[in-house]
Nanobody, 126 residues
Framework: EVRLVESGGGLVQPGGSLRLSCAAS????????MVWVRRAPGKGVEWVSS???????FETESVKGRFTISRDNAKNTFYLQMNTLKPEDTAKYFC????????????????????WGQGTQVTVSS
């Protein structure tokens, strides 16, 4: 059974930092692309960042230069380092894994195509 457990969310002031973690189990972690998405209040799911099996990374434009995705295959965990946080980053963040193992931008962010964690709330506010 695939299991994804996020941690590291919280309340932070604008300009602050947080590091999200996602502990994965139930599949061969090192063989899978991994993805962070978020859902802001009243909005749809937004793709944030992906890290391929190879380690190649991708980020949405609004977080480039501020967020960094990484993975530790020995720990079956991947991370999202978030710096210079802005109020518009406020959202529930989810780690998701493509069921096929491979992420590509056109893959729809639904449970049909991804395994989902339960999410962790990030609130950026003064």
């Amino acid at each position: 059974e695939v299991r994804l457990v996020e941690s590291g969310g919280g309340l932070v002031q604008p300009g602050g930092s947080l590091r999200l973690s996602c502990a994965a189990s139930g599949f061969t972690f090192s063989n899978y692309d991994m993805v962070w998405v978020r859902r802001a209040p009243g909005k749809g799911v937004e793709w944030v960042s992906s890290i391929k099996e190879s380690g190649l990374t991708f980020e949405t434009e609004s977080v480039k230069g501020r967020f960094t995705i990484s993975r530790d295959n020995a720990k079956n965990t991947f991370y999202l380092q978030m710096n210079t946080l802005k109020p518009e980053d406020t959202a529930k963040y989810f780690c998701v894994v493509p069921r096929s193992g491979r992420w590509f931008p056109a893959l729809i962010l639904t449970e049909e195509f991804y395994y989902w964690g339960q999410g962790t709330q990030v609130t950026v506010s003064s």
